[in-house]
């Protein structure tokens, strides 16, 4: 998928707030400072679409970025960070639960995780969290730059053997750099599949027309 067109639409403090409109979402979320606004920077080629930092917590409110007109990329709150106010924190926050859980128009999920570090308590009750839940969502192993290749396949095959621990069936996977544009071909074309698919109540409610 080219993207020819990226803007920002709007932050939401809360779900009532987003898009009122019919276009779905791919959404970003993972650990304060994994990366997941510089990733979302590099899969659109702008470079200050959504605001990069080094103090973990930038991102604190839902992000909608409007794509080629028909779809929103979702830079979400990070989880994890233990210096934003108690209330604020929760496990994880209301925000993020109310919108993976709640917000209708999220159609899939990206969990980014550390492509360096060992699987994280934090990311693995997450993804408990959307299994259990049924939240599509695929997994993001981030700054593969700072990894040789050898390293980074023994980080994902930690990391997928932590899941089969408990899960019959893997998500899709993909290891990024947003310094090296690495990855960039592969995530965006994994949306552009996974926006043709129509969303599940379409599917299997197609005669609900006295509701
Ligand atoms: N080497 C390298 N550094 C990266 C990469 N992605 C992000 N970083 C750095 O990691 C830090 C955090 O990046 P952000 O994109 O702001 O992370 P975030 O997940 O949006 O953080 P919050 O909004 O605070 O939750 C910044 O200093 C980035 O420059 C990458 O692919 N490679
Ligand atoms: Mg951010």
Known sequence: ?????????????????????DLRDIAFIGRSNVGKSSLINMLTSRKGLAKVSATPGKTRLINHFCLNNSWYLVDLPGYGYAR????????FSKIILDYVLKCKKMHFLFVLVDSRLEPQAIDLKFIEMLGMNGVPFGIIFTKADKLSAAQLRRSVERFSKTLA???EELPPMFATSSEKGAGKEEVLNF??????????????EPNNAEN
Not at 8 to 15: L, P, T, V
Not at 84 to 91: A, I
């Open 84 to 91: 934003v106010s108690k209330s604020q924190r929760g496990e």
């Open 165 to 167: 621990e408990q899960w």
């Open 191 to 204: 949306i552009d599949e996974c926006l043709k698919q129509k969303p599940e109540a379409e599917e299997s």
């Open 1 to 21: 998928m080219q993207i020819t067109k990226a803007e920002f639409k709007c932050s939401s403090e809360k779900i009532s707030q987003v898009p009122k409109d």
